[in-house]
């Protein structure tokens, strides 16, 4: 069997444990660092949906792929630097870390002039940790109600990485309770080690990487 039909099988299992239909989680591939070919391989079993946290790296890899496959839904799950953004709409369907006014501002002035938006999430930093982005819990609200009002942004979702020590319930709680609040459908979260976790807390987008493709040798070559 593999890889990607396991994962499949574990989400769909995780599923129907949460009495929810199948096609209401997405499964983000995310093949940041990974040699090219697990990620041909991955494509080659029909697999659409990936996730990248790098502008760069993702264009390198994913120009190509692009030319060969139409039907590519390409997921920022990274840290959007506001001089990378022309770059990230050019290539990306949905940038899942909108996490403050200035990228607000930017993307919605980039995204006016092309009449075109990609699908936004707003990154929440669930465990209030300081070297991670993403908006406080506490400010999230008036964030996404900014991102809305004053920017215009259609935002559709939030995401959140938890604290990697502790046990990731209460942050996948925080995370639906504001997605819930603010009455926005998408609610990324879950990763290799927890994603059964985060159906049960109810995602609808899981990013997983080394359970699908191995662990990742961070030297590698793109
Ligand atoms: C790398 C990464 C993942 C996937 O991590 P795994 O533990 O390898 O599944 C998910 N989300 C984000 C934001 C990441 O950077």
């Not at 039907?71 to 050019?90: C, E, F, R, Y």
């Not at 909108?98 to 607000?104: E, G, S």
């Not at 939030?158 to 609040?181: G, N, Q």
Request: aromatic letters at 6%; a negative charge.
């Amino acid at each position: 069997m593999s890889a990607l039909t396991d994962i499949e099988t574990r989400v769909s299992a995780a599923l129907k444990d949460a009495s929810r239909p199948r096609e209401s989680v997405k499964l983000l591939a995310v093949s940041k660092v990974q040699p090219r070919e697990r990620v041909a391989a991955v494509l080659e079993q029909g697999h659409r949906i990936f996730g990248e946290n790098r502008v760069q790296e993702a264009k390198t890899r994913w120009e190509p792929f692009r030319e060969q496959y139409t039907d590519i839904d390409l997921h920022l799950i990274g840290p959007l630097q506001t001089n990378k953004v022309k770059a990230a709409l050019d290539l990306f369907d949905a940038v899942h870390t909108v996490d403050r006014d200035r990228l607000a501002r930017k993307l919605a002035d980039e995204i006016q002039a092309r009449g075109v938006a990609p699908k936004l999430l707003v990154q929440v930093n669930v465990g209030e940790e300081a070297q991670k982005a993403g908006i406080d819990p506490a400010k999230a609200d008036a964030f996404i109600a900014a991102c809305r009002g004053e920017y215009d942004l259609p935002i559709i979702g939030v995401m959140a990485i938890p604290p990697f020590d502790k046990p990731p319930e209460p942050y996948f709680e925080t995370l639906a309770d504001i997605a819930h609040r603010n009455g926005v459908e998408e609610i990324s979260m879950g990763m290799s080690a927890d994603f059964e976790t985060a159906i049960a807390y109810g995602a609808t987008m899981i990013r997983v990487g080394s359970a699908l493709f191995g662990a990742r040798d961070p030297s590698a070559v793109i």
